[in-house]
């Protein structure tokens, strides 16, 4: 039997917005040394929103640890932070503007979920597979030949009579520029 070695990055850090920005780009530059581009957009933005939870919701601090684990065909992003208060799950209307982070993370993550950390804490967690189910290949299709048009080139000042408001067909007929 083979078996495959889990990994794990772990970050601890203040829940603030500058911060949140820098995590996004750890954890996707951890995906991709892991292999896993793939998931780089849905991590991303479920750690925003667990951070985003913590920056705007978590007492006495805002300290908390992000930690991202692989282990076989399962990655395992997880926020732990001081606050033993567990989240409130509202059903937010259609046209909210917050409140709908968690529902954000349930829609685009196989499983999450909520689970105490001792008694001074909580940890917030989500899982992607690894691996994306096989997808048939759709039927090819006779290729129709494309005529190319040459990109036609503006002079500088209809640009100018662009950001007037003019269009570059209403402006003045002026020289194409050299190129």
Known sequence: MISYPSRHCTVELQALPSRIGQVRRIVSAQ?????????????????????????????????????????????????????????????????????????????????????????????????LPTSAPAVAAPPRRARRAVQEKPARRFAVAEVAHAADGLRPEHAPARSAVAG
């Open 31 to 127: 995906l991709r040394y892991w292999h896993l581009d793939a998931l780089i957009d849905r991590a991303s933005l479920g750690v925003t929103e667990l951070l985003s939870n913590v920056h705007r919701h978590a007492q006495p601090d805002k300290t908390c640890t992000v930690e991202i684990e692989l282990l076989l065909d399962r990655l395992t992003v997880s926020v732990r932070d001081h606050d033993p208060r567990m989240p409130v799950v509202d059903d937010a209307e259609p046209l909210a503007t917050c409140g709908r982070g968690l529902a954000m993370v349930a829609a685009m993550s196989e499983s999450w979920g909520v689970r105490p950390d001792g008694e001074s804490g909580k940890v917030v967690w989500f899982t």
